[in-house]
């Protein structure tokens, strides 16, 4: 008896997506950092002061990895005070190279909204 033989007419596996962006709000105590003052020249007075990464982790594993200090930017570690997924989730899911992309698209559309964003 032979094996079954399999159908040549069979459907691609499906990409499951799994990078996301995130933002992060920080303290206004940031503001105190030169470096993050120098980043952010046009920063409008009461706009919130922000962090934008991307992860291939869920946002909320992300954020608690940056709080104790594994693989975690400064400015999150020191400032950050919670997600802002109202200002990301509308992207999430998506490919590795869209959220590269979305990353950087994201820190500048928040930026020229007057925001003090940082995005390493």
């Known amino acids: 008896m032979t094996a079954p033989r399999k159908s040549t007419t069979s459907k691609p596996a499906r990409v499951r997506?799994?990078?996301?962006?995130y933002v992060v709000e920080l303290s206004d105590r940031v503001w105190n950092e030169a470096r993050f003052r120098k980043a952010n020249p046009d920063h409008q007075l009461?706009?919130?002061?922000?962090?934008?990464?991307?992860?291939?982790?869920?946002?909320?594993?992300?954020?608690d990895k940056?709080?104790?200090?594994?693989?975690?930017?400064?400015?999150v570690f020191e400032y950050g005070l919670r997600l802002l997924p109202s200002l990301y989730e509308v992207f999430n899911p998506m490919p590795?190279?869209?959220a590269r992309e979305m990353e950087v698209e994201l820190a500048?559309?928040?930026?020229?909204?007057?925001?003090?964003v940082w995005q390493a």
């Open 96 to 98: 590795y190279e869209a």
């Open 66 to 75: 940056h709080k104790a200090g594994i693989q975690s930017n400064r400015f």
């Open 108 to 116: 500048i559309g928040l930026r020229e909204a007057g925001y003090g």
């Open 17 to 21: 997506h799994h990078h996301h962006v």
């Open 46 to 63: 009461g706009k919130p002061f922000v962090y934008v990464g991307m992860t291939g982790l869920d946002p909320d594993l992300r954020f």
